[in-house]
Nanobody
Framework: QVQLVESGGGLVQAGASLRLSCVGS????????MGWFRQAPGKEREFVATISWSGGVSYHADSVKGRATISRDNAKNTVYLQMNSLKPEDTAVYYC?????????????????WGQGTQVTVSS
């Protein structure tokens, strides 16, 4: 059974940093492109970042570009999202997702597996 488990969220002040992690089990993530998405209360789930199976290609949403970096360690079956200079508008539940293809995607519907999410709350 495929399972993705996120960790690393929390309550921080504006300007702080967090590193979110997503560990896979029941699946070899090196065969999958991965993505991070987030959903704030009352809003739709939105794209944050995506990375190819090898880590050679990645894209970040304009809202986090320059402040967030997606990376992966296939030996550890883990994907990371480093977020710096956090803002109150970054407050959301952050989800990692895996898709069966090896190429990146910004579209949630293109992902096959999802974690349960980790809460990030940024206070002003």
């Amino acid at each position: 059974q495929v399972q993705l488990v996120e960790s690393g969220g929390g309550l921080v002040q504006a300007g702080a940093s967090l590193r979110l992690s997503c560990v896979g089990s029941g699946v070899t993530l090196s065969r999958n492109a991965m993505g991070w998405f987030r959903q704030a209360p009352g809003k739709e789930r939105e794209f944050v970042a995506t990375i190819s199976w090898s880590g050679g290609v990645s894209y970040h949403a304009d809202s986090v570009k320059g402040r967030a970096t997606i990376s992966r360690d296939n030996a550890k079956n883990t994907v990371y999202l480093q977020m710096n200079s956090l803002k109150p508008e970054d407050t959301a539940v952050y989800y990692c997702a895996a898709r069966s293809g090896t190429t990146t995607s910004r579209v949630p519907e293109n992902y096959d597996y999802w974690g349960q999410g980790t809460q990030v709350t940024v206070s002003s």
